[in-house]
């Protein structure tokens, strides 16, 4: 009765600390196949992804797949929606503005890496850590449509019809005004 991950499935994907990527003679491989903190999916996130540390630079490669569900901005459906990102990215690898103290480095505070936030995700302090999952989770949001179309067979607008049920006379009324 164990709960573990099966066999075959890849371990979750944590932060990597970027002095031990530095270390590394070859750039990482994370094999993904897991749900992505932030992001509401149907089925795992899957795919792969690659982090190459340069000077300077942190090289990131990834290719994802997944299933979300999203609401139909026309007719309120949820729909399924395939969501794939592709991505090639360099991140600068530069100390912040902010006065480095000793110690350790603090940990990042959420609220300031928000998804609509952008910029701060360009640039990673060298002695911290590269967060895969957020990453990907950032690719992913990125591939979201701005506009939610559940497809070609949209019924349309749901309002229509709520409102002629109401029994609201006045509407009956305006229709009659407009179709005369
Ligand atoms: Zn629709």
Not at 45 to 64: D, F, N
């Amino acid at each position: 009765m164990s709960l573990a991950a099966g066999a075959g499935s890849p371990p979750p994907l944590r932060p990597v600390s970027l002095p031990e990527l530095r270390l590394l003679a070859a750039p990482r491989h994370w094999e993904v196949n897991q749900p992505i903190a932030g992001l509401e999916s149907l089925t795992p996130v899957r795919g792969k992804l690659t982090a190459h540390h340069h000077s300077g630079v942190l090289e990131v490669e990834g290719e994802v797949d997944t299933i979300v569900t999203l609401r139909c901005d026309r007719c309120l459906n949820l729909f399924n929606h395939a969501l794939r990102a592709e991505a090639h990215e360099l991140l600068e690898l530069a100390a912040a503005g902010v006065g480095s103290g000793p110690g350790p480095s603090r940990p990042l505070d959420p609220t300031e890496l928000s998804p609509s936030g952008d910029d701060l995700d360009d640039r990673l302090d060298p002695e911290g850590d590269f967060d895969p999952e957020r990453w990907l989770f950032e690719q992913l949001s990125l591939q979201l449509p701005l506009v939610n179309r559940c497809g070609a067979e949209c019924p349309g607008p749901a309002t229509w019809s709520s409102e002629e049920g109401s029994g609201d006379s006045r509407w009956a009324a305006l229709r009659q005004l407009k179709e005369s």
